[in-house]
């Protein structure tokens, strides 16, 4: 059996559908689903409850964090893996089979991860990463990396010098989509309970490799949105991350000495306050925001297209908008089937309710030069959701 774990908070129609891919991904195997929630106020679970019956709810009175939550649903858990998810995200019908496979077939390893995909399908390099040893550490925040990303030595943190489509041993699994197997969770322990956000993801899949098993990456598409929280530049992030590495650089390096760990402190702090500056510059040169999307090709059924046409006409009514009829049967290749300059458009939504995730997702990542961002429109649920924000029908 597979526990699915997904922690939420306020994030009701992105969980709606990943939710919806879960679903999916888990016909033809034994699965059992828990949703989390840390005390959301826009009525997730009431919503959600109805929608997904099969869903085990764990509703907490207060925001416990991330680690704590998911360790509340592993203890709760059956399965002989444990798959922690985002509930910003969307995993192919075939995710589930595909990694369930794989650890059968690798009894020493203890996590895998997958190749996640940004909103644009480029390849997002916290798929996979190196441990943060003090030297790996100072190469990221010193940006050392950053000019030097396929180095072996100053590149460590995100290994980008491995090939992204083949299988590959990595030091760090990234939260967002964890496999996990129970018996190395319970010789090594579930998830440390100190980091509340952030950081935990890497304390456990380091003390995998202390425990003796193997941590995985696999080239199988998934999307992750990443919403505000998850924004790199913002200075909660960048903050909260630095503070995370912090807690565990003391954990596991305690025994380096304080001139070593200086140049580390003095680095949280300097990245923190340029993102927070960054921030404040942004918001001074712009006091207007697009609400949505300027431009779009619109590919799904007749049905689809009249709802979406109607969201457009309330939400954008100016914008530059195609309509196309087609289904995975008529339109395999989707937009990428059109004649257009991709570049007249900075979005493509898709009917998911004629599309499978997985093709969407493949077609996404194979846009010449990742000129569309990625949007999915169900008439089942009547919710358009973007990267950005989310629209419901009227």
Known sequence: MLSVIIVSY?????????????????????????????????????????????VIFIENKENVGFARANNQAIRQSEGEYVLLLNPDTI????????????????????????????????????????LPTPFVAFCKMSGLAALFPKSRLLGRYYMRYLNENEVNEIQVISGAFMMLRREALDKVGFLDE??????????????MLKGGYKNYFLPERMLHYKGESTVKSSYRYVYTFYQAMRLFFRKHYSH????????????IWARSFMAYAGNRLRYRKSHVSVSFPMSALVVGDARMLDEVRSLFS????????????????????????????FRDYNMVVYDTDHYTYRTVLALLERTPGNTLRIATYSVRSGVLITDKRVYRRM
């Not at 939710?19 to 009525?43: I, K």
């Not at 089979?97 to 190749?115: K, L, N, Q, S, T």
Request: some cysteine.
């Open 91 to 130: 995993v192919a019908e075939d995710t589930f089979a595909r990694f369930v496979a794989f650890m059968d077939a690798h009894p020493e390893a203890g996590a895998a991860g997958a190749y996640m995909l940004n909103p644009d399908g480029t390849f997002a390099p916290e798929s996979r990463r190196g």
């Open 256 to 267: 380096y000495s304080f001139i070593i760990s200086l140049p580390i402190n003095m680095a």
């Open 194 to 207: 100190d980091f509340f956000m952030y950081g935990e993801d890497i304390d456990l899949s380091f003390r």
């Open 314 to 341: 309330v939400y954008q009514p100016k914008g530059n908008f195609r309509f196309v009829e087609g289904d995975e049967a008529t339109l395999p290749d989707g937009h990428l089937s059109l004649s257009d300059n």
């Open 10 to 54: 306020n994030v009701k129609f992105y969980l709606e559908q990943c939710l919806e891919s879960v679903r999916r991904a888990s016909r033809g195997l034994r699965v059992e689903v828990f949703v989390v929630d840390n005390l959301s106020v826009d009525g997730s679970v009431a919503y959600l409850r109805e929608r997904f019956p099969e």
